[in-house]
């Protein structure tokens, strides 16, 4: 069973400060992964996606890869209450013949003013 | 405006009623999705489809039935089988099922069956 794994949270943190947000995954084949932020309520958006080892900056977003580690992150700098949410992150894996999203169950972020 | 659209919002039923969710895309997109989310849990695959006429069961198709005669739309319908079917439903699409594309989601159907 291939999977994602996510630390729950809630994830606390100042407003102004850097929150890291972390994602293991199972399969070692795995090319691409995305983060969506998910408001209570809504549906997931995408933020980021990322398909090569290293970073990769969009504005205060930054999305890191380690392969070799299965592992990716996100990094949002200047945090603000408005971040607050829950981030998915997700691992398009191939299984059973066909390209499937595998999605973690989500990191609660609190970003306290 | 592109976009992917569900209907209804919310939506109420009787325990024994089939339901049907709309999902509507204009985005040009090949490849859609249905997925399930219950609290606590990250999304499930129910059904997708990467080509019209053309549809697979995902990971819980058990009690759900989908078409796909349309490009742009791909309708979910909730059967009296499925054993438990209150949840928030997400409809996506991608520009193909390949492994590089991005999903996005339209704003979900939340059901409430009692």
């Known amino acids: 069973q291939k999977e994602v794994e996510q630390n729950s949270g809630p994830l606390s943190v100042p407003e102004g400060a850097i929150a890291s947000l972390n994602c293991t995954y199972s399969d070692r084949g795995s090319q691409s992964f995305f983060w969506y932020r998910q408001y209570s309520g809504k549906s997931p958006e995408l933020i980021m996606s990322?398909?090569?080892?290293g970073d990769k900056e969009d504005g205060r977003f930054t999305a890191q890869l380690n392969k070799a580690s299965q592992y990716v992150s996100l990094l949002i700098r200047d945090s603000q209450p408005s971040d607050s949410a829950t981030y998915l992150c997700?691992?398009?894996?191939?299984?059973?013949?066909?390209?499937?999203?595998?999605f973690g169950t989500g990191t609660r972020l609190k970003v306290l003013a | 405006d592109g976009g992917i659209t569900q209907s209804p919002k919310y939506l109420f039923r009787k325990e024994g009623q089939n339901v049907t969710l709309s999902c509507e895309q204009n985005?040009?997109?090949?490849?859609m999705y249905w997925y399930r989310q219950d609290p606590g849990q990250g999304l499930r695959l129910i059904y997708y489809s990467q080509i019209v006429n053309d549809f697979q069961k995902g990971d819980i198709a058990e009690g759900y039935s989908v078409s796909r005669e349309k490009k742009e739309s791909f309708p979910l319908t909730v059967t009296s089988a499925q054993k438990n079917p209150t949840a928030f439903y997400l409809c996506?699409?991608?520009?193909?099922?390949?492994?590089?594309?991005?999903?996005?989601f339209g704003p979900g159907t939340r059901l409430t069956v009692t």
């Open positions: 997700a691992v398009n894996t191939f299984t059973s013949g066909t390209y499937k999203y595998i």
């Open positions: 996506a699409s991608s520009l193909s099922g390949g492994e590089i594309y991005e999903q996005y």
């Open positions: 985005l040009n997109h090949d490849a």
């Open positions: 990322i398909y090569s080892n």
